[in-house]
């Protein structure tokens, strides 16, 4: 009798066993079904053959790389450190007249104001190379700074952190008081830092409403800092950001007004 009893609770803690592992692994499922993103190609008939998911057209273009010290092929430069004459200051259209250094820089002229390239664009690859000035002058956002405004009013910052902490959302890397980088990844203050940016215009419908944000991914010196980042509006020293309708626009440099004297040197665009 008493065997009977152990044998008999034996299999119901198996059978409640089996029906656990079971409801599992059909919550698992389920939750798969839901992860798995349909794509509608893929709902034919699947092929049986390897040529049949291959294709030929259209031809992917060929660019030359950035490698020693090249730019790519298709890359337009806006600075080569030949002169400014792409460059005009954003407040009155007159010519920049930012130093233009002998080792093929330029350098913020104390308090001429911000310079715009006159070419305009939209979505963009930017390589822009920058360098915070020495000796190291004052502290937090007056130490190094500056800024690389992309369609011409949305700022990523530049500044020199280096021992030098500020307001996270406003140090070097970030999206100018929306969001800070992932990384702080400077080199030492007086050396050239890269920044490579991949930027996404935003986008607007015809009654002046933004259908599509823009989006921001920066390398800095090679680190990822902004990843595909979401610019919620303008940039404001003071107040929330903005979105005014706008096409195109020009790549700005900031003089930050009180003597920041950030020089710049290979800048280049691949339109996108
Ligand atoms: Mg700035």
Not at 178 to 207: C, K, R
Request: aromatic share 8%; charged share 25%.
């Amino acid at each position: 009798m008493y065997k009977i009893f152990i044998i008999g609770t034996l299999v119901s803690v198996l059978i409640s066993c089996q029906e656990k592992i079971k409801e599992e692994a059909n919550q698992i499922i389920e939750e798969t079904k839901e992860a798995v993103i349909v794509h509608e190609e893929y709902m034919k008939p699947e092929p049986t053959e390897p040529e049949a998911t291959e294709y030929y057209e259209p031809k992917v273009p060929v660019v030359g790389p950035a490698t020693e010290g090249k730019i790519p092929s298709d890359a337009i430069v806006l600075f080569d450190g030949s002169s400014l004459d792409g460059w005009m200051h954003t407040q009155d259209s007159t010519a920049a007249k930012w130093h233009l250094n002998k080792d093929g820089s330029m350098t913020v002229a104390d308090r001429t104001g911000n310079i715009r390239t006159k070419q305009e664009f939209g979505d963009v690859q930017l390589h822009i190379e920058w360098r915070s000035p020495l000796p190291v002058q004052r502290d937090g956002q007056n130490r190094g700074n500056s800024g690389v405004f992309l369609n011409g009013i949305y700022e990523i910052q530049v500044l020199d952190n280096n021992d030098n902490d500020t307001y996270v959302n406003g140090q070097v890397g970030a999206i100018y008081k929306q969001g800070p980088p992932l990384a702080m990844a400077s080199v030492p203050t007086g050396e050239w830092n890269i920044y490579d940016i991949i930027y996404h215009a935003p986008e607007f419908n015809t009654d002046g409403g933004k259908t599509k944000s823009a989006t921001v991914t920066v390398l800095h010196n090679g680190v990822l800092i902004q990843d595909h980042t979401e610019i919620k509006g303008t940039t404001p020293y003071i107040g929330w950001p903005k979105n005014p309708v706008h096409g195109k626009g020009p790549l700005m440099l900031q003089d930050h007004g009180d003597d920041s004297r950030v020089s710049y040197r290979n800048i280049w665009v691949r339109e996108l």
